[in-house]
């Protein structure tokens, strides 16, 4: 992935709540994160797996994410597109295999559905750990 960066303790899970069919993608997520009313910097999620399957880069995994607040600091954030729960087959092949790239270069990494690191929260609307941890 580019090199390991030691202090990444975390890898959160989360999904984009947006209706199949839209073709939602990296760019769009980009667009909605610096628009009113957030005004981020950029994209908060370092990986996004659109509909299809197709992994996007978002930030880089150096850069802090703004997915998980306040646990950002020390993690890897990864968004499907889609709504709670329901991803194509195309993106669930692929999580594992983003699943397998990051765990070499963060073995020892902590893998989060989003609902588990921040009360409140759904999503990816299933425990996208279990199904990455059960081969």
């Known amino acids: 992935m580019g090199g ?3 202090s990444i303790t975390r890898v959160v ?3 984009s709540d947006s209706p199949h069919g839209r ?3 990296a760019r769009e997520i980009h667009r909605w994160h610096t628009s009113p009313p957030r005004k981020w910097a950029g994209i ?3 990986f996004v797996i659109t509909e299809t399957g ?3 880069a978002g930030r880089p ?3 802090q994410g703004a997915h998980a607040h306040p646990h950002n600091r020390n993690s890897i954030g990864i968004c499907l597109i889609g709504e709670h729960g329901d991803f194509t087959g195309a993106q669930l092949l692929e999580l594992r295999a983003l699943y397998n790239d990051l765990r070499t270069d963060w073995p020892d990494a902590e893998w989060l559905n989003h609902y588990q690191i921040n009360p409140g929260k759904t999503c990816p609307g299933f425990d996208a750990v279990r199904f990455l941890e059960n081969d």
Do not use: A, L
């Open 61 to 63: 995994w150096y850069w």
């Open 13 to 15: 899970i989360h999904c």
């Open 23 to 25: 073709n939602d993608d």
């Open 54 to 56: 197709e992994r996007q």
């Open 4 to 6: 390991v960066n030691n």
């Open 44 to 46: 908060g999620y370092h």
